[in-house]
């Protein structure tokens, strides 16, 4: 339902679904949730960068090889922080190749 809600532009309901979801012990570690929370944070504005930044961080360590995080966090930081963007364009060019 919050996949629907985000690509309707509902992104308060996809929110409110997601962090539902993720405070259930079953989903608690769900990093498909986490990651698309973590895409409506980035979204919502630069205020919550931060914040998206550390869900992108923790779907990586539970998915080491999620390419759309690292993506995700290359285009947050690619003003503000390039050399932080290119490892994780760098990185996600590794997930790719393997």
Avoid: W
Avoid at 42 to 61: G, M, P, T, Y
Avoid at 63 to 76: G, Q, R
């Amino acid at each position: 339902m919050a996949k629907v809600q985000y690509h309707l532009g509902n992104f308060q309901g996809a929110e409110l679904n997601l962090t539902t979801v993720l405070q259930c012990n079953q989903f608690k570690d769900s990093y498909e949730a986490l990651r698309m929370l973590a895409q409506i944070k980035a979204r919502q504005s630069q205020n919550n960068h931060a914040e998206a930044h550390r869900l992108f961080n923790k779907v990586i360590e539970r998915n080491p090889k999620d390419f759309d995080a690292h993506f995700e966090i290359a285009v947050l930081f690619e003003v503000n922080d390039p050399k932080l963007a290119l490892q994780h364009y760098k990185r996600g060019i590794q997930i790719i190749r393997e």
